[in-house]
T-cell receptor, first 114, second 115 residues
Framework: NAGVMQNPRHLVRRRGQEARLRCSPM?????VYWYRQLPEEGLKFMVY????????ESGMPKERFSAEFPKEGPSILRIQQVVRGDSAAYFC????????????FGPGTRLTVT | AQTVTQSQPEMSVQEAETVTLSCTYD???????LFWYKQPPSRQMILVIR??????QNATENRFSVNFQKAAKSFSLKISDSQLGDAAMYFC????????????FGGGTRLMVKP
């Protein structure tokens, strides 16, 4: 059973461009969480999605950031008009249900904004 | 809101010795889960151990064990017989039943293992 997959692993964008980060959950998992890790810090929750629904986006900035998890295909975290402060590692985790002890993490996408 | 605090930015231990990493948290919930994650240089988040708050018995996974003090809201990680491969960042995390199940992480402790 393949683990959580994220791509790309590394992404470089110039200020003002768009960044699209993809997350394919483990097979059979219908819940996805996105976290952001700034340099030398812990992970911070951004958004929690189920298929076709955003359940909780309380950790996501109101401007420029959006997320989706369509019926078919991976979950997408989209950052429009990136700024240098968006440089971070973005992690996706998936779980089979609304369980508090089964979140499996992907390897992360490191976004660098130049 | 829940908060998780790790007061030790860095710790070091001699190979084969024992080390304890500290974590405290703040919550008003009675039912929740606590976790320790390891993040090696590869940045992959690896679950080390988890504890359900309703269980009084401390969790153990091979060389890793926790000291869970619910009243004191303390959740420390003990690593016995430390190995070079244990060198990594360690994050304490909290998840509550009423919080959408997202994880709240501490700031991390960098563990160095000396040969």
């Amino acid at each position: 059973n393949a683990g959580v997959m994220q791509n790309p692993r590394h992404l470089v964008r110039r200020r003002g461009q768009e960044a699209r980060l993809r997350c394919s959950p483990m097979k059979g998992h219908s819940h996805v969480y996105w976290y952001r890790q700034l340099p030398e810090e812990g992970l911070k929750f951004m958004v929690y999605l189920q298929k076709e629904n955003i359940i909780d986006e309380s950790g996501m900035p109101k401007e420029r950031f959006s997320a989706e998890f369509p019926k078919e295909g991976p979950s997408i975290l989209r950052i429009q008009q990136v700024v240098r402060g968006d440089s971070a590692a973005y992690f996706c985790a998936s779980s089979p249900q609304r369980a508090t002890y089964e979140q499996y993490f992907g390897p992360g996408t490191r976004l660098t904004v130049t | 809101a829940q908060t998780v605090t790790q007061s030790q930015p860095e710790m070091s231990v001699q190979e084969a010795e024992t080390v304890t990493l500290s974590c405290t948290y703040d919550t008003s919930e009675s039912d929740y889960y606590l976790f320790w994650y390891k993040q090696p240089p590869s940045r992959q988040m690896i679950l080390v151990i988890r504890q359900e708050a309703y269980k009084q018995q401390n969790a153990t996974e091979n060389r890793f064990s926790v000291n869970f003090q619910k009243a004191a809201k303390s959740f420390s990680l003990k690593i016995s017989d430390s190995q070079l491969g244990d060198a990594a960042m360690y994050f304490c995390a909290y998840s509550g039943n009423n919080a959408g199940n997202m994880l709240t992480f501490g700031g991390g402790t960098r563990l160095m293992v000396k040969p």
